[in-house]
């Protein structure tokens, strides 16, 4: 892939579902000799299966081309923390769960690093209030740390968190 990925000059990214293990993502992003070879970095998951997300982060940070960013119900981590790898979607707006915090490290790092790459937002969207509440805190985030998006301004609600 690696090859390939360098002829096309296109990221090839690995999206690790399930793989929080740092010594198995070490490994699968060194398989091929590729700065083009990066991974999606998903705030839930990792959160999930145990791990500190902004430390998880800080060892794959420059190999990074997508996040996932995801909050957790404190019934999920109480459930699951340290015993699942991951989460398809979470009941919890971004912001409203136990790992706000740990996405708010994770979104300073990222700023730091210059990093310009895709984002996207997690949640159980099928009734809307979870995706516009999420929209509403991770604008308000990128705002209070002065990091350019192209959010615009979103309908429904007070930018506040």
């Not at 769960?97 to 300073?108: F, K, T």
Request: aromatic share 8%; net charge negative.
């Amino acid at each position: 892939m690696g090859r390939r990925t360098m002829e096309y000059t296109t990221d090839g990214f690995y999206r690790p579902e399930g793989m929080t293990d740092e010594e198995a993502m070490a490994e699968m992003l060194d398989f091929a000799d590729s700065p083009l070879l990066r991974m999606t970095f998903d705030t839930g998951n990792v959160y999930i299966a145990g791990h500190d997300p902004a430390q998880f982060l800080q060892r794959f940070l420059l190999r990074v081309s997508h996040v996932h960013v995801k909050d957790v119900t404190p019934q999920l981590a109480e459930e699951a923390r340290g015993r699942d790898t991951g989460i398809g979607l979470s009941a919890s707006a971004i912001g409203g769960g136990v790992n706000a915090e740990g996405i708010r490290r994770c979104v300073e790092m990222l700023k730091k690093a210059g990093f310009s790459g895709a984002v996207s937002l997690g949640c159980d969207a099928r009734g809307g209030l979870l995706m516009e509440e999420s929209l509403v805190w991770f604008r308000a985030l990128l705002d209070d740390l002065e990091y350019p998006h192209d959010l615009g301004n979103l309908q429904g609600g007070e930018n506040k968190r």
